[in-house]
């Protein structure tokens, strides 16, 4: 019997501050969007933000993408990486260090995800401004799975170091 994946919408966080940041999110944008089954794609603006962490790095570029897939969380998680990969992932230092691309599941469908491998809501994504503001331009309505609003999450998030890229 072929057991059958109930199909999700998810969300993903893109950053990137190494290298040619916006040709390294276009080129992103172009593979999440060729991931065989992924549905009704929709990607925010980008934004330029200061880093969170260690400051002594480059300005990130960030954006939010969604688009629904009938993959397991992890198998998804499978396909970021492989994609990060492709784009020459280079990582100096550990993980609050830069990064040419950086793909996070921010969410998946309604669900509440704690492996080994993948915590689901991501963890920080509520203190941080380069996921909440991107991520309320394309879904201003979204209830978290805690059952909080994300305007509400937004309205404790001030967006003063994030600055809207205008062409791109
Ligand atoms: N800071 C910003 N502004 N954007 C990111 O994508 C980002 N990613 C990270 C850390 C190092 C936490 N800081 C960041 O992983």
Redesign the pocket.
């Known amino acids: 019997m072929i057991s059958e994946v109930a199909r999700e919408r998810c969300y993903i966080?893109l950053?990137?501050?190494l290298g040619e940041s916006k040709d390294i999110l276009h080129s992103a944008v172009q593979a999440l969007k060729a991931i065989p089954d992924s549905e009704q794609f929709q990607i925010s603006s980008y934004y330029q933000?200061?880093?969170?962490?260690?400051q002594d790095?480059p300005?990130?570029l960030?954006a939010v993408a969604t688009f629904t897939i009938s993959l397991g969380a992890e198998a998804l998680l499978d396909v970021l990486q492989a994609i990060e990969n492709n784009h020459g992932r280079v990582r100096l230092g550990d993980?609050?260090?830069a990064?040419t691309l950086?793909l996070d599941i921010l969410l998946y469908g309604n669900h509440q995800i704690e492996t080994e491998r993948l915590t689901v809501p991501h963890p920080?994504m509520k203190q941080?401004e380069?996921v909440l503001h991107p991520l309320f331009e394309i879904a201003p309505d979204l209830k978290l799975p805690d059952g909080k609003m994300l305007i509400d999450c937004l309205r404790e998030v001030p967006a003063d170091t994030l600055q809207l890229l205008q062409s791109q």
């Not at 933000?49 to 260690?54: L, M, T």
Request: net charge positive; aromatic share 18%; glycine share 14%.
């Open positions: 966080g950053g990137s501050n933000s200061k880093p969170h962490g260690p790095q300005d990130y960030n993980q609050w260090s990064r950086d920080w941080r380069f």
